[in-house]
């Protein structure tokens, strides 16, 4: 329950100070590579003895510290005391890295590092008018989730659905290797043993493979009835409708929908992800069996090829996640629905780099954020109950399985605003794509226009042209002349 309040409580935040972790990422973003850079270039002064260690420890404490102090607003005596109390030269012991300072690839990684810096700052500069967007995007996520609150019940529905199978295919999977055939020793004693001609593991690698298969069936259509109840929710004309709607069961119609037209899309979409994995985890079975071979080329090679397996796994569920959204938005097949993302991404590649790193880093944050809390929670409940004396070894085991369900159900929660945030963005993108703002108006809010292609300057134009192409073919007579001006009049405003 506490994983549940705070869940909710996590998703309220984000709609409220999403603008504030969108700076503070950016923020640390650039403070972190800037201290670094100036950290790789210390070592590497003291390294050549540019720079006398000793020297850098006095000026830090009695130069740069107490001034950083003064302009904070406190006097140099109670800087004074600060410093006393914590030796400022600890600081620099710290980042005292005696390997760093006598590798001979010193200046070629503060140069690199230096460069990539240069071009992280580059990057967030030139993307600002993208860090605006997402900010907005997530806006209009939480307002698509608060306008359907119903949505949040579907993850428990998913997870539902997941532990019965998972429980089913356990069942029937322990059945499979119970399997024995019975055999009669000299001694005339029956003993049941496996049986070399149907070996059991070539009897659950299909089962293994069913059971990966409808997991992400389940999964993938999550994400389809989610996207269709964004979607439909965006492409509804109306402030009013988008401000003010409060839909309970949002998913009904778009749950019918998948039944009826989107079943076979995510079938085909579920079952390449389950080949992927399943493919892993053979692998990953020779691996292990190659470990004992002692053969360090085939482990490598075997490393090498599990690395590049896992990281063709992300590729393939984040083209997958997006070719739902597409399936869900416009009733394409899975094929061509993968094809159309895969479009609407590349031509807003920009947008679409900055929205991952952002939305998954601020997610991230709340998903750790709920399992801290009901971890602390849950150790303080036990510290009371049992004592301040009581060893930690007896409450260690379930505060570590009330976080891992915490995490559970801030995943689950946490994946709705990531698939909101998803389909809006496609939405946002397919609507700059298909629309002008004249003649075929934006279904975007105007917050999102501004973010459009060409900005407002463009759309004005493009409306006004609309506007006098619609004029030069009906001449209106005098007494239409008014309201034809009227109606331009509001159409830029």
Same mark, same amino acid.
């Given at each position: ?5 705070? $869940?909710?409580?996590? =998703? ?7 603008? @504030?972790?969108?700076? &503070? ?46 302009? @904070? !607003? ?44 240069? &071009? ?36 428990? &529905?998913?997870? $539902? ?26 001694? !005339? ?37 989610? @996207? ?30 998948? &039944?009826?037209?989107?079943? !076979? ?33 085939? =482990? ?16 393939? #569920? ?118 002008? !703002? ?38 209106? $007579? #005098? ?8 109606? #331009? ?5």
């Amino acid at each position: 329950m506490i994983a549940l309040g705070v $869940s909710f409580a996590m =998703i309220v935040f984000l709609q409220l100070f999403y603008r @504030a972790l969108v700076v &503070i990422l950016v923020f640390l973003s650039s403070l972190g590579s800037l201290s670094f850079t100036a950290f790789m270039w210390y070592n590497y002064a003291v390294a050549i003895g540019a720079v006398n260690e000793a020297d850098a420890k006095h000026l830090l404490q009695t130069k740069l510290l107490p001034t950083v102090l003064v302009a @904070a !607003g406190n006097n140099y005596s109670a800087a004074a005391t600060n410093l006393t109390a914590f030796n400022t030269g600890q600081l620099l012991d710290m980042l005292t890295f005696t390997a760093i300072r006598e590798s001979n690839y010193l200046l070629p990684a503060s140069v690199a590092v230096t460069i990539a810096t240069v &071009i992280i700052l580059a990057v967030l500069i030139w993307s600002r008018k993208s860090l605006l967007l997402v900010a907005s995007l997530f806006e209009e996520a939480s307002l698509s989730v608060f306008s359907m609150p119903g949505m949040l019940l579907q993850p428990f &529905i998913t997870l $539902s659905l997941m532990l019965l199978a998972t429980v089913y295919f356990f069942i029937v999977g322990s059945y499979i290797l119970s399997i024995r055939t019975a055999n009669v020793d000299n001694h !005339g004693m029956v003993r049941f043993v496996e049986d070399p001609a149907t070996p059991q593991v070539l009897l659950a690698l299909p089962h293994l493979f069913c059971w990966l298969w409808i997991m992400q069936f389940f999964s993938g259509c999550q994400k389809v009835i989610l @996207a269709s109840a964004v979607s439909r929710w965006f492409f509804t004309r109306g402030a009013k409708l988008k401000k003010c709607h409060l839909n309970l069961c949002p998913t009904c119609a778009d749950t019918r929908d998948l &039944i009826l037209y989107n079943l !076979g899309s995510v079938a085909l979409g579920s079952f390449i992800v389950a080949l992927v994995q399943f493919i892993r985890i053979i692998l990953a079975y020779l691996e292990r069996k190659l470990k004992k071979s002692k053969n360090k080329t085939a =482990i490598y090679v075997m490393k090498c090829v599990l690395c590049c397996m896992a990281c063709f796994e992300k590729v393939l #569920k984040y083209v997958t996640r997006n070719a739902y959204i597409c399936v869900a938005m416009y009733g394409d097949g899975f094929c061509s629905g993968a094809k159309h993302a895969f479009h609407l991404l590349l031509s807003n590649a920009k947008h679409v780099m900055l929205l991952n790193c952002i939305s998954g880093f601020c997610l991230f944050l709340g998903k750790v954020s709920v399992v801290i809390i009901t971890g602390f929670a849950g150790y303080s409940w036990f510290r009371t109950k049992l004592g301040p004396t009581a060893p930690q070894a007896e409450f260690i085991v379930p505060v570590t399985i009330a976080c891992f369900l915490s995490f559970l159900i801030a995943t689950s929660f946490l994946n709705v605003y990531e698939i909101a945030i998803d389909t809006l963005f496609l939405c946002f993108c397919d609507d700059q794509q298909r629309n002008n !703002g004249g003649d075929r108006p934006y279904y975007s809010t105007a917050r999102l226009q501004r973010y459009m292609s060409g900005g407002a300057k463009k759309n004005k134009t493009m409306i006004t042209a609309a506007l006098a192409k619609k004029s030069a073919k009906v001449i209106p $007579s #005098k007494s239409t002349t008014l309201p034809a001006v009227s109606q #331009k009049s509001q159409l830029l405003a």
